[in-house]
T-cell receptor
Framework: GAVVSQHPSWVICKSGTSVKIECRSL??????MFWYRQFPKQSLMLMATSNEGSKATYEQGVEKDKFLINHASLTLSTLTVTSAHPEDSSFYICSATDNLAASGRLGEQFFGPGTRLTVL | KQEVTQIPAALSVPEGENLVLNCSFTDSAIYNLQWFRQDPGKGLTSLLLIQSSQREQTSGRLNASLDKSSGRSTLYIAASQPGDSATYLCAVPSGGSYIPTFGRGTSLIVHP
């Protein structure tokens, strides 16, 4: 199946710093990537939908200026948490869909392994 | 807006049992439905994808069914093993899109 990687897998930073998380589709082109946030023992919360070459679409309640998303190529999307604070500590997961997939696999989501962010 | 409910929230069973995990959704105008497993502190692993035109999909000991008209999907796990212990998530897009809404998951523990 399709593989999605994330880097870094975990990061610890001081309050006020910015952190960049990369999401890559390794063996397919991902026109669309999704960024999620997950708190302990809770389900995934969609933060934004990222389309290659265009601005991301953010979900209601997600601050655009705080969570900067860039999708510069068909295989890479980045999420930058700006001026991070302890309440931003969470598990961030990306997913991607292969828009050229066979009709029977259209819309299938492939997830990265996640990034654990801890803000001190 | 799509709402996804998973029952039960948690399940603890002895090894060897056949299991049924349930997923219900409110908007039946969907393109597909996908089942995932998530191990603690890890990302999601896709288990089965069912397109809207299909009624079921099978992979090894897993079988997922889809009944769009009633807004339900069921994941069957045959002959459960301790390695099946994980959280199982159901993801269903809202009508007219591929963007999924996730249920809260079923936390499964299979003990030897």
């Amino acid at each position: 199946g399709a593989v999605v990687s994330q880097h870094p897998s975990w990061v610890i930073c001081k309050s006020g710093t910015s952190v960049k998380i990369e999401c890559r589709s390794l063996d397919f082109q991902a026109t669309t990537m999704f960024w999620y946030r997950q708190f302990p023992k809770q389900s995934l919360m969609l933060m934004a939908t990222s389309n290659e070459g265009s601005k991301a679409t953010y979900e209601q309640g997600v601050e655009k200026d705080k969570f900067l998303i860039n999708h510069a190529s068909l295989t890479l999307s980045t999420l930058t948490v700006t001026s991070a604070h302890p309440e931003d500590s969470s598990f961030y997961i990306c997913s991607a869909t292969d828009n050229l997939a066979a009709s029977g696999r259209l819309g299938e989501q492939f997830f990265g392994p996640g990034t654990r962010l801890t803000v001190l | 807006k799509q709402e996804v409910t998973q029952i039960p929230a948690a399940l603890s069973v002895p090894e060897g049992e056949n299991l049924v995990l349930n997923c219900s959704f409110t908007d039946s105008a969907i393109y597909n439905l996908q089942w995932f497993r998530q191990d603690p502190g890890k990302g999601l692993t896709s288990l089965l994808l069912i397109q809207s035109s299909q009624r079921e999909q099978t992979s090894g000991r897993l079988n997922a069914s889809l009944d769009k008209s009633s807004g339900r999907s069921t994941l069957y796990i045959a002959a459960s093993q301790p390695g099946d212990s994980a959280t199982y998530l159901c993801a269903v897009p809202s009508g007219g899109s591929y963007i999924p809404t996730f249920g809260r998951g079923t936390s499964l523990i299979v003990h030897p």
